[in-house]
């Protein structure tokens, strides 16, 4: 895992291309957030290309998840589930209150994974996406820093190149 940059603009279209029918980021929006200072793209790179990537958004206290996608290839072996726990990571140690997240209602899988990981529904927004589907919002409260989850953490920061 490592932060995106401009220069993996093009592998980022690209898997906007492979992973969404609809709402992809364009490339004028990737550049906004790969350069805006608030927001955080991570990539999984397994060396001959981007199999997952994660961006997410600091809003005061709250941390957005803009995205979270994996290559089909790669799917069900647990990077989505890790992407979004290094979200919980990256969000506590920002000092964030809660990772929030808009999903369509009709993208079981992603539901699947955030129920998984604990989120909770907290919101229902009609005909939240531009193509009229509608979008549940979910949350989760992040889990206040410990000495020990700290140490964990920077170990783990040591052992990667995030
Ligand atoms: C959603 C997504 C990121 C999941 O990535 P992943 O790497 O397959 O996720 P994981 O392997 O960590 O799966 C974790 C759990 O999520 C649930 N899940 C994942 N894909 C699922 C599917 N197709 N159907 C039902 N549940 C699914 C399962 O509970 C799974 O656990 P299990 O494999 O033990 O049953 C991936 O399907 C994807 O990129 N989808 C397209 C982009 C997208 O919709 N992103 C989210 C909105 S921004």
Not at 117 to 127: A, I, M, S, T
Request: net charge negative; with cysteine.
């Amino acid at each position: 895992m490592r932060p995106a940059g401009l220069q993996d603009i093009d592998a980022l279209v690209r898997i906007e291309e492979l992973c969404f029918d609809r709402g992809r980021f364009r490339q004028d929006h990737l550049r906004w957030i790969l350069t805006n200072e608030r927001a955080v793209t991570l990539v999984e790179d397994n060396g001959s290309g981007l199999t997952g990537v994660l961006m997410l958004l600091f809003e005061g206290r709250v941390c957005r998840v803009l995205s979270v996608a994996v290559v089909p290839d790669a799917r069900r072996r647990g990077l989505g589930t890790r992407l979004m726990q290094i979200a919980e990571d990256v969000a506590m140690e920002r000092g964030c209150a809660s990772v929030r997240l808009e999903v369509s209602t009709q993208n079981l899988a992603a539901i699947e994974l955030y129920r998984g990981l604990d989120y909770k529904l907290d919101g229902h927004l009609p005909r939240y996406y531009s193509w009229g589907e509608d979008a549940f919002s979910m949350h989760k409260p992040v889990r206040e820093a410990t000495p020990a989850s700290i140490a964990t953490r920077a170990a783990a920061v040591e052992d990667s190149t995030i």
